[in-house]
């Protein structure tokens, strides 16, 4: 091999390496990009996570508090009831008491 085929086959070599190192090079910083990107990704999905756990414990919290209020009206509910129930004992007890005067006033 002559010294100019040797110089060209360096040269060219050379220019081999280089390209090689660009595309290395250019590979690092395609990775280097995608990397940001994945923990950029990955602490959003961290933020929507914990946006989920928040909203969900807002939402059991306000269903413990319906069921609470549920719990409470039925209560209210069944002393009414009660109260409708003594009333109207002392409705017929009144009705019999006045059936009885009535009686007694027409027999006499």
């Not at 990397?35 to 996570?49: A, F, I, V």
């Not at 719990?71 to 009885?100: C, D, F, G, N, Y």
Request: hydrophobic share 35%; no cysteine.
């Amino acid at each position: 091999m002559s010294d100019e085929e040797l110089k060209q086959l360096i040269a060219s070599n050379a220019k081999v390496i280089e390209a090689l190192a660009n595309t290395i090079a250019e590979d690092k910083a395609e990775r280097k990009k995608a990397y940001q990107q994945w923990e950029k990704d990955r602490s959003q999905l961290y933020q929507y996570m914990g946006r989920i756990a928040a909203a969900q414990s807002s939402f059991y919290e306000i269903q413990a508090d319906y069921y609470h209020q549920l719990a409470t009206l039925s209560e209210k509910q069944t002393t009414i009831k009660e109260r409708q129930v003594e009333i109207q004992e002392k409705i017929s007890q009144q009705q019999s008491q006045i059936i009885e005067i009535l009686n007694r006033l027409t027999s006499s």
